[in-house]
C-alpha cells in the first residue's frame, strides 16, 4: 500500500482565496483524521471521520472550515476564504478503529496564505 | 478531558549518550500509547505502541518504552543516541478511535 497520499505537499495562496486539500487514506481503513500543526498550538485534531461520517468536529476553528469524505478513499478539507493565521501544516491521518492498531501519516500539505 | 503532557520542550545529549524521553497523560482509563518521530518536512512515523501486556515495549531503531500505571507515564528511551535521531517526537494516546497529541520534544544530538 502507498500509505496515506495527500495533495498538494505545498500551497501558497493569496488572502481571501478558497484553498482545499486532498487526501486519500490507507485502502481498508474505516477513519480518518485532518490535523493541523502550528509551531504555537502543536498538532491539532481538526476533525474525525469514521466510516465516512463526520464524528466530532470540534476542532475545526471556525465556519470558514469544511471537511467531506464523499467514499472511503478519499476526503477534502476546505478553507474558505483563508487568512495568514491559517499557515500552517496539514496532516490527514487514518485508521482501523476495531483492531489494535496506530493512526498513519501522510506527508502534509505546508499551506502558507500570504 | 484527554491530555498528553512532555515536559520538555527541547533536549541536546551527546552521540552515544543514553536517552529518556518523558510523557504523561490524563485519562480515566488506561489509553493505547503509542511514541511517534517526524523529522523535518515529514509525516509522523510510528516508533511503539502500547495497548495491553508486557509493559515494556520495544519498537523501531533501538527505541523501547515503558508503560507506568501508578505514574500515568510512558516514557521513551534508547541505550545509545545516532546523530540520525535528531528528529522531534510526539508522545500519543488513542482514546475512543481518537488519536490526541503532546506538543513534542525536540531532540537535537551533539558530536
Known sequence: ?114 | AQSVTQPDIHITVSEGASLELRCNYSYGATPYLFWYVQSPGQGLQLLLKYFSGDTLVQGIKGFEAEFKRSQSSFNLRKPSVHWSDAAEYFCAVGVAGKFYFGSGTKLNVKP
Open chain 1, 1 to 114: 500500500d502507498a500509505g496515506v497520499i495527500q495533495s498538494p505537499r505545498h500551497e501558497v495562496t493569496e488572502m481571501g482565496q478558497e484553498v482545499t486539500l486532498r487526501c486519500k487514506p490507507i485502502s481498508g481503513h474505516n477513519s480518518l483524521f485532518w490535523y493541523r500543526q502550528t509551531m504555537m498550538r502543536g498538532l491539532e485534531l481538526l476533525i474525525y471521520f469514521n466510516n465516512n461520517v463526520p464524528i466530532d468536529d470540534s476542532g475545526m476553528p471556525e465556519d470558514r472550515f469544511s471537511a467531506k469524505m464523499p467514499n472511503a478513499s478519499f476526503s477534502t478539507l476546505k478553507i474558505q476564504p483563508s487568512e495568514p493565521r491559517d499557515s500552517a501544516v496539514y496532516f490527514c491521518a487514518s485508521s482501523y478503529v476495531g483492531a489494535n492498531t496506530e493512526a498513519f501519516f501522510g506527508q502534509g500539505t505546508r499551506l502558507t496564505v500570504v
